[in-house]
T-cell receptor, first 116, second 109 residues
């Protein structure tokens, strides 16, 4: 089945220790997004790629970086995680596929990050 | 500022009952409105998507309505099941997507 995969599902890191979260997709979508979601809050868009074009949200901290080496993979790098960065990180994709809506975002299961 | 407001914030109903969740928005111009279901600890899953010209869309026991004039949408759940317990998120797009904070639904036996 075509899907959005996130690894790992749970990630524990230490305060200040760099961490990388990964996302892959088999939907062949050209747009990939990274969201941060804290408890009982709406997902907050950090940045997205339209093909290889990187689009950063104005209020995304410099601590958060992203890489998209190819269509299928996208990475979220947190250079120096703080306690406030503990959250669920959601990867999503969108794009034209047969039978699918261009606008619908398909979300992965998320990676829950814990910062000790 | 584009906003999406959902009500109620939380809702508890008995299994088998119907319920309706509300979404009011100020996003303009309007492209589409989507309802997602998010189970605890999981990513959101799309339920419905409606464009400006659509005023109702169904997906099984889920029926979404849209009134673009009053900028209101509702999600009606029929014959609720225990598995309907989740957060329901309304997302309105005008190029960029604006998320509501969600309604947490709990279905009790």
């Amino acid at each position: 089945d075509a899907m959005v995969i996130q690894n790992p599902r749970y990630q524990v890191t230490q305060f200040g220790k760099p961490v990388t979260l990964s996302c892959s997709q088999t939907l062949n979508h050209n747009v990939m997004y990274w969201y941060q979601q804290k408890s009982s809050q709406a997902p907050k868009l950090l940045f997205h790629y339209y093909d290889k074009d990187f689009n950063n949200e104005a209020d995304t901290p410099d601590n958060f970086q992203s890489r998209r080496p190819n269509t299928s993979f996208c990475f979220l790098d947190i250079r120096s995680p703080g306690l406030g960065d503990a959250a669920m990180y959601l990867c999503a994709t969108s794009g034209r596929t047969s039978g699918g809506s261009k606008e619908t975002q398909y979300f992965g299961p998320g990676t829950r990050l814990l910062v000790l | 500022k584009n906003q999406v407001e959902q009500s109620p914030q939380s809702l508890i109903i008995l299994e088998g009952k119907n319920c309706t969740l509300q979404c009011n928005y100020t996003v303009s111009p309007f492209s589409n409105l989507r309802w997602y279901k998010q189970d605890t600890g999981r990513g959101p899953v799309s339920l419905t998507i409606m464009t400006f010209s659509e005023n109702t869309k169904s997906n099984g026991r889920y029926t979404a309505t849209l009134d673009a004039d009053t900028k209101q949408s509702s999600l009606h759940i029929t014959a609720s099941q225990l598995s309907d317990s989740a957060s329901y998120i309304c997302v309105v797009s005008a190029g960029k997507s604006t998320f509501g904070d969600g309604t947490t639904l709990t279905v009790k036996p």
